[in-house]
């Protein structure tokens, strides 16, 4: 679309979503806004489970890489077997580590939005 000067007319771009009624904040959120002692709650509740959450997969994080040497040291025929010629240490070390992690990943991700989903129904609620 061009204006009769020759310079393309203005075309104001806004959102789909200007139509939906916005939701009103509910009284946890003022509460955590004005740094209330109710506000200084619920975030600190917020705080203590995703502290909780963290923790926990460090604790297994450490837990399972740790732990593979020390079976490696007692397991004698865990030390000496071997899979296509690879030691399965090495084997262990090098791959089983991998989805491990990838799984602890996935884990913490699902737990900390579920986590922020009760934070935040939980302020709705006030």
């Known amino acids: 679309m061009t204006a009769r000067s020759g310079r393309p007319s203005r075309v104001a771009v ?5 139509a939906v009624p916005r939701r009103r904040p509910g009284p946890g959120t003022r509460e955590i806004d ?4 109710l506000g200084e709650v619920y975030m600190d509740a917020l705080i203590r489970s995703q502290l ?16 593979l ?6 397991v004698r025929p865990m030390r000496e077997a071997q899979v296509f010629g690879v030691p399965l ?19 913490y991700r699902r737990q900390a939005e579920a986590a922020e989903r009760d934070f935040a129904e939980m302020v709705q609620r006030g």
Do not use: I, M, N
Request: net charge positive; with cysteine; glycine share 8%.
């Open 89 to 107: 240490p090495w084997l262990l070390l090098a791959v089983a580590v991998y989805p491990v992690f990838a799984g602890l990943g996935w884990w």
């Open 52 to 67: 909780r959450l963290s923790l926990s997969v460090c604790v297994l994080l450490v837990a399972f890489v740790g732990g």
């Open 34 to 37: 004005e740094q209330t002692r």
């Open 69 to 74: 040497p020390l079976a490696f040291a007692l």
């Open 14 to 18: 806004t959102s789909p979503r200007t």
